[in-house]
């Protein structure tokens, strides 16, 4: 995928569904008694491995105009699936799934790409087996392939070594097949859209500070959902927008929820001309983002903002290297075990590109305004890798090549249609 500079983006753009709130919907939707509708659905490659997961164990989801339905079947309506559950690339698809198969009355197994048979699944084994669940990884390298046994679950408290949505939403969704309140408490506040929306779907869910509990057996009923703009696909315009000369870019109903915005802050930090206009706050809040060209400073990311704006980071460090001064980013060892190293991958690509940055072993630190130019990128196929560098191919000088490009269908299929659509 060849990428060239731009310059004077113009126009309006509305992003595509949130990933996070995508795959909620379709799994809470399955657990439901009724139809759910859900529009404005990411049909990304990772959405669609969950699709395809629920309806091998006899969920049926249909594509319509108006968005996607899913025919939920209550708590106890999935059927056992006659092959392997392929959950793709999809880490949110193998962790939170595994927290509803562990409590079902049959077994079944999990696998997909060679990028997600590296990515640690110890971290919901270890919860779910203190719940009594039966959960092994098959190779014994607490990766998947996985097998899983349903069993009955009994409730606990646990506390998460790790600030992680997709951890904490496996043990709660574990959880709604237990004997009593299973609770949850993280190092920081991660991702809050599972308690926000299964307590729209009729869950008992309460959080306080960063422990969230659930009641089990909830009687979970049918509801329409519109999912917000991603404001993880949004980071990349909110980039483009800043960096490239003579900009002005509206995106729109793009989601804002605190425990995922934490870019917005950044971006303040670091100097941006960034206005929220026509905030909603019904449910998961959302805005428009109206984005102008701005001269970027350095800063400080870290502590508690890091899982707020996690996938945000590979992006955040392509700002940094074009912006004025030194950027550090600490406690940012996860970005090591998602779809690609992205501390390494980005040290060495910012690297080919002529930055001046250095890994750490929880994050990196980059000197900023070195001049950039064009270079032979390799995404490792990681859909994050891709676009942040493809922004910065329309920032700096020189053509950027970039290898495994196509991999912006786990998140965002349209990424470069969009990213070509200001005149
Ligand atoms: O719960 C979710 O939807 C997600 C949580 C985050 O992962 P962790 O829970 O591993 O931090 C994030 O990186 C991922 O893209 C989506
Ligand atoms: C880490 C990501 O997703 P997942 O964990 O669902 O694979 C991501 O989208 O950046």
Do not use: W
Request: glycine share 10%.
């Amino acid at each position: 995928m060849e990428i060239k500079k731009q310059t004077g983006l113009r126009g309006t753009l509305t992003v595509p569904g949130d990933k996070s709130i995508s795959h909620r919907a379709v799994m809470f939707g399955a657990l439901a008694k009724g139809t759910t509708k859900i529009s404005h659905f990411l049909e990304g490659a990772d959405c669609l491995s969950t699709i395809s997961c629920f309806r091998k164990m006899g969920i049926e989801i249909e594509h319509t105009k108006e968005g996607i339905l899913v025919r939920g079947k209550g708590l106890h309506g999935l059927i056992s699936p006659t092959e392997t559950l392929d959950v793709g690339n999809s880490g949110t698809t193998t962790r939170l799934i595994s927290g509803i198969l562990a409590g079902q009355d049959f077994s079944s197994r999990l696998d997909g790409d060679d990028s997600i048979r590296t990515r640690p699944m110890n971290r919901i084994i270890t919860p779910l087996t203190l719940m009594g669940a039966d959960i092994t990884s098959q190779k014994g390298n607490g990766c998947a392939p996985l097998m899983i046994h349903g069993k009955n679950l009994h409730a606990i408290h646990y506390d998460s070594p790790v600030a992680s949505a997709q951890v904490k939403s496996c043990v709660l969704l574990a959880g709604m097949y237990g004997d009593g309140i299973t609770s949850v408490t993280e190092p920081f506040l991660s991702r809050n859209h599972t308690e926000i929306m299964l307590n729209y779907f009729g869950a008992e869910i309460t959080s306080e500070n960063t422990t969230a509990s659930i009641k089990p057996e909830p009687v979970l009923e049918a509801r329409e959902i519109t999912v917000p703009g991603d404001i993880s696909s949004a980071a990349y315009f909110i980039a483009a927008g800043l960096l490239t000369p003579d900009s002005e870019i509206l995106l729109k109903n793009v989601g804002i929820n605190p425990t995922r915005a934490g870019i917005l802050k950044i971006c303040r930090a670091m100097g941006a001309d960034l206005t929220l206009l026509n905030e909603k706050h019904d449910g998961e809040p959302t805005a428009d983002l109206l984005i102008r060209t701005s001269s970027l400073k350095g800063t400080v990311i870290e502590g508690a903002d890091i899982p707020t704006l996690i996938d945000e980071i590979p992006m955040l460090a392509v700002m940094a290297a074009f912006a004025e001064g030194t950027t550090v980013i600490r406690d940012a060892q996860e970005l090591k075990v998602k779809e690609s190293d992205r501390i390494a991958v980005m040290v060495d690509n910012l690297k080919r590109m002529g930055a001046d940055i250095e890994g750490t072993d929880d994050g990196m630190i980059i000197h900023g305004g070195k001049p950039l130019h064009g270079a032979v990128i390799d995404s490792h196929l990681d859909h994050r890798i891709a676009m942040s560098f493809a922004v910065a191919g329309t920032i700096c000088e020189g053509t950027m090549d970039i290898r495994g490009g196509e991999c912006v269908n786990i998140s965002y299929p349209d990424f470069y249609k969009d990213l070509y659509s200001f005149v």
